[in-house]
C-alpha cells in the first residue's frame, strides 16, 4: 500500500481562536441538558431482555408438566468451570413418567462458578437444560449462591416442546414396534 | 439598622463574619450538589435522585421533587464529611497539612465582604450599594485577597510529602501568578473609562454598576457590550484562577490522581471544595459587576427604572430584595456557565495552558488596554 | 482601639520577621515573610491606607512570596543544615551586625523621635488619585530607576538561562 501524504489544511484564524468551536461545543452540551435522560431507574424500570439471551441456567418442564432432565451428566462434564453438580436416579415407579429410565435426584448449580458460557444448553440432547432471562442474583451467603433442582425448575418453568420424544417411545414401545 | 449599627464594633464583624459563613457554605454546598446535577442532564442522565429523609417520605408533592432533585443527597454528602473519620497520612508535615485547608477559607470567605451584593434607593432617590464592607478600593482588595488564596494549594500540595499533590502545587502556583496579570490588566478599561479626568479617582466595583445604569444609549450600555475583549480575557483568566475546567491544572484526576488534595479527605477536602466554590461564586460577583450590569435586570434598564415601573420606588427594603435577586439571578447563571463549560472543553494540556496564558491571554490584554487607553483619551478629552 | 491595632500589628510583623531569620526551615521562614507583610497590611490599614495595604498584599504577598514559596519547593532545600561559612562571609556578618547594633543604639540614645504633625502627611496611601499622582510626578524617577533594575535583571534573566548555540 502506497503512502499518501495528505497536506493538511492551515487553520483559520477563528478556529486558531478555539471559540467557534466552544461556543459549537458548548450548543452539543445544551442540546443534551434538555434531552430526556437515557439512563433506566434500575430496580423499577428493567432493560428489555433481548432473545437469545444468556442469562442463569435453568431446568425447564415440558407441557406436560414432566421435568425433562434425564441425568445424563453431559453438561456436568461438559461445564467449563465445573458449576454443575448432578445426582443421577431412578424414576420412581408408578410416577406416570416412569419410561424414563433416569431423573436428577439433584441437581445443582453453583452460580459463583457460573461463567454463562451456554455450553450446557448446547451440549443437552433433552432441551431440558435454558440459559433464559435471569440476569440478577444475590446473596449473602455462599450457600445461597447454589441454585437447587427445585428452584432450578421454577426458574425455568415450562417451555414449549416439538418432538415428545419420550412419550412417542412410549406409544411405539406399546405399539409393538422394536424401534419407533 | 439603627440597632446594629449601634452595637460595638467587633460585635458587629463577629455578625458580619457568621452572616458571611452561614451564607457561603450552604451555597457552596448547593452548587457541588448543582454540578452533579448540571453534569449528570449534559451526560443525560438523571444524577442523583434517590436519597430521602423518612419524614419527607409522605409529603405529597414537595418530598418526591426535593428528592429528584437531589436535595437530601446534600445533606447526606455533607453529614458524612463532618462524620468520616479524619485520616492525616503519617508522611505529612501536620502543621501545614492541617492549616492549608484553614489557609483557604480565608480568602474564599473574605473577599465576598468587598462585593456588593445588591443596593437600594432611599427615600431622596439615591442609590446606595449593599455591601459588608464599603472600601473605595473594592476590586483590587478582591484581587489582593484572592491572590493569598495560592497559599493553601501550595502548601497543601508540599506538607502532603508526596508526588501528586507536589506536582498539582507546582502547576497551580505557576498557573495563578501566570494569569493574574491578565485578569489585572483586563479589568484596567472598565477603570479607565469610569475614572474620567477630573472626578475623584475610584476601583469601587459599586461605581463601576453605577455607571452601567446611566440613562442614554453609551450610559445604559453593559461593558460586556462596550468592551467584550476585556470581558472575554477576563472570564478566561477567570477560569484558570478558579481552577476549573478547562483549566484544572492543580486537580487534573486523569494525570495527577487528585492533585493537590490526593491526600485529603473527610471535611478537610471538604472545605477546599467549599473553598473552590466560594472562590467562583466571588469571581461571578466580580464579572457580573463589572461587565454584566450588576443589579440592573437588562441592558438600558437600570434598577431605578424598574422600580418605578413595578411602583415600589419608595419602599428601599422591597428594592433591596430585587436588587439582590436580580444579582444572584445573574451569578446563579455564571455559575451554570462554569458547569456548562466544564463538559464542554476538554482539558488543557499544562503546556498550552501556559502558551494561552503568556503568549496569547497576556498581549490580548496589553493591546486591549492600549487601544482602549487611546479610545478614552480621544473621547474624554 | 486604633493604638492597640498599632500594637498587635507592629509586634506580629516584627516577631515574624525575626523568625524569618531564626527558622531553619526555608518553607517556615517564606511563610513567616508572609505573616510579617500582612501584618504591615494590617499597619497600613490601620494607618487607612488602604491601597497600599493591598497593593502590598496582591504584589509581595500573592506574587513575590508565592514565588519564593515555588522555588524553595522546587529546589527541596530540606533545612537543618547549615554550610561551613567562609572567613569573609563570616567578616560581613559581624559588620552588618554592628550597622544593626549602631542604628538601635543611635535609636534608643536619641529618645523618641519628634513625630510629624498628622495634618502635615499628605494622605498618599489613602486615595488612589493622590498616589497615582505623587507616584507620576514627585517620585517619577525613583520609580523610573527601580523599573529600569527590574528590566535590567529581565535582561540578565533572560541571557544567563538561554543555553549557548551550537554548544548543548
Not at chain 1, 35 to 58: C, F, H, M, S
Not at chain 1, 138 to 149: F, I, L, P, Q, W
Not at chain 2, 176 to 185: G, I, N
Amino acid at each position: 500500500m502506497a503512502v499518501v501524504p495528505l497536506q493538511r489544511k492551515p487553520l483559520t484564524f477563528a478556529e486558531r481562536t478555539y471559540l467557534p468551536q466552544i461556543a459549537a461545543g458548548l450548543w452539543t452540551t445544551l442540546r443534551h441538558l434538555v434531552k430526556p435522560a437515557e439512563t433506566l431507574q434500575y430496580p423499577e424500570q428493567r432493560p428489555a431482555i433481548p432473545p437469545g439471551y444468556r442469562g442463569a441456567p435453568t431446568l425447564v418442564r415440558d407441557p406436560n408438566g414432566r421435568e425433562k432432565c434425564v441425568s445424563c451428566q453431559l453438561c456436568e462434564f461438559v461445564c467449563p468451570p465445573k458449576a454443575i453438580r448432578i445426582s443421577p436416579g431412578a424414576v420412581p415407579e408408578g410416577s406416570g413418567r416412569d419410561h424414563v429410565e433416569k431423573g436428577p435426584l439433584a441437581f445443582d448449580i453453583d452460580m459463583l462458578r457460573c461463567i454463562y458460557c451456554g455450553l450446557c444448553e448446547e451440549v443437552c440432547p433433552e432441551e431440558a437444560i435454558f440459559l433464559q432471562n435471569q440476569y440478577s442474583m444475590s446473596g449473602v451467603t455462599r450457600a445461597e449462591m447454589v441454585n437447587h433442582k427445585d428452584k432450578l425448575l421454577e426458574m425455568g418453568g415450562t417451555l414449549p416442546d416439538r418432538h415428545f420424544k419420550w412419550d412417542r417411545k412410549k406409544a411405539a414401545e406399546e405399539a409393538g414396534g422394536a424401534h419407533h | 439598622m439603627d440597632v446594629f449599627l449601634n452595637l460595638p464594633v467587633l460585635v458587629q464583624v463577629a455578625l458580619k463574619g457568621l452572616a458571611v459563613i452561614c451564607v457561603m457554605f450552604p451555597i457552596a454546598g448547593a452548587c457541588s450538589m448543582a454540578e452533579r446535577k448540571v453534569s449528570a442532564w449534559i451526560q443525560s442522565r438523571p444524577g442523583p435522585n434517590r436519597t430521602i429523609l423518612p419524614v419527607f417520605r409522605w409529603v405529597p408533592v414537595v418530598g418526591p421533587f426535593l428528592q429528584k432533585l437531589g436535595a437530601f443527597q446534600l445533606a447526606a454528602d455533607g453529614l458524612k464529611f463532618l462524620f468520616k473519620e479524619e485520616i492525616v497520612p503519617g508522611q505529612v508535615n501536620r502543621l501545614y497539612f492541617i492549616l492549608a485547608p484553614v489557609i483557604a477559607m480565608i480568602p474564599a470567605l473574605s473577599t465576598v465582604t468587598f462585593v456588593p451584593f445588591g443596593a437600594s434607593i432611599d427615600h431622596a432617590g439615591r442609590v446606595f450599594p449593599l455591601m459588608l464592607a464599603n472600601v473605595d478600593v473594592g476590586l483590587l482588595a478582591v484581587f489582593a485577597v484572592a491572590s493569598l488564596g495560592i497559599y493553601s494549594i501550595i502548601l497543601a500540595g508540599w506538607a502532603s510529602n508526596s508526588k501528586y499533590p507536589f506536582l498539582g502545587a507546582m502547576r497551580a502556583s505557576a498557573q495563578l501568578v501566570s494569569y493574574e496579570l491578565s485578569l489585572t490588566l483586563s479589568v484596567l478599561p472598565v477603570f479607565l473609562w469610569i475614572n474620567a479626568p477630573g472626578t475623584a479617582g475610584t476601583m469601587s466595583l459599586a461605581k463601576a454598576v453605577e455607571f452601567q445604569s446611566q440613562a442614554g444609549f453609551w450610559g445604559g450600555a453593559w461593558f460586556i457590550i462596550t468592551m467584550p475583549v476585556s470581558a472575554l480575557v477576563f472570564i478566561i483568566a477567570l477560569f484558570a484562577e478558579t481552577n476549573r475546567q478547562p483549566f484544572d491544572m492543580p486537580e487534573s484526576e486523569s494525570d495527577l490522581v487528585g492533585g493537590f488534595h490526593t491526600e485529603y479527605g473527610a471535611f478537610k477536602w471538604a472545605l477546599f471544595f467549599v473553598a473552590e466554590y466560594s472562590n467562583m461564586i466571588v469571581g461571578s460577583g466580580v464579572f457580573v459587576l463589572l461587565f454584566l450590569g450588576g443589579w440592573n435586570p437588562i441592558p438600558w434598564v437600570s434598577l431605578a427604572t424598574l422600580a418605578g415601573w413595578l411602583g415600589i420606588a419608595g419602599h428601599p427594603v422591597l428594592v433591596g430584595a430585587i436588587s439582590i435577586l436580580i444579582f444572584i439571578g445573574k451569578i446563579l447563571a455564571m455559575l451554570f456557565f462554569f458547569m456548562w463549560v466544564r463538559w464542554t472543553v476538554p482539558r488543557f494540556r499544562y503546556d498550552q495552558v501556559m502558551e494561552i496564558g503568556w503568549k496569547k491571554l497576556l498581549p490580548l490584554a496589553i493591546a486591549n488596554l492600549v487601544v482602549y487607553a487611546i479610545g478614552i483619551a480621544l473621547i474624554q478629552k | 482601639m486604633a493604638h492597640l491595632l498599632f500594637l498587635v500589628f507592629s509586634v506580629f510583623s516584627a516577631v515574624c520577621a525575626a523568625g524569618i531569620v531564626l527558622s531553619r526551615n526555608s518553607v517556615n521562614a517564606a511563610m513567616f515573610l508572609l505573616l510579617s507583610l500582612l501584618g504591615i497590611a494590617g499597619l497600613f490599614v490601620s494607618l487607612d491606607a488602604f491601597l497600599l495595604a493591598f497593593l502590598l498584599l496582591l504584589v509581595y504577598a500573592g506574587a513575590v512570596v508565592a514565588l519564593f514559596v515555588f522555588i524553595v519547593m522546587l529546589l527541596d532545600t530540606g533545612g537543618g543544615t547549615s554550610p561551613a561559612r567562609s572567613l569573609v562571609a563570616k567578616l560581613a556578618g559581624l559588620v552588618a551586625l554592628a550597622l544593626i547594633a549602631a542604628g538601635l543604639g543611635s535609636f534608643a540614645l536619641r529618645g523618641r523621635l519628634a513625630a510629624p504633625g498628622a495634618a502635615g502627611i499628605p494622605a498618599v496611601g489613602a486615595s488612589l488619585k493622590a498616589y497615582a499622582y505623587q507616584l507620576f510626578t514627585l517620585y517619577l524617577l525613583p520609580v523610573e530607576i527601580v523599573g529600569f533594575l527590574l528590566l535590567i535583571t529581565m535582561i540578565g534573566v533572560i541571557v544567563l538561562s538561554r543555553k549557548e548555540e551550537g554548544n548543548p
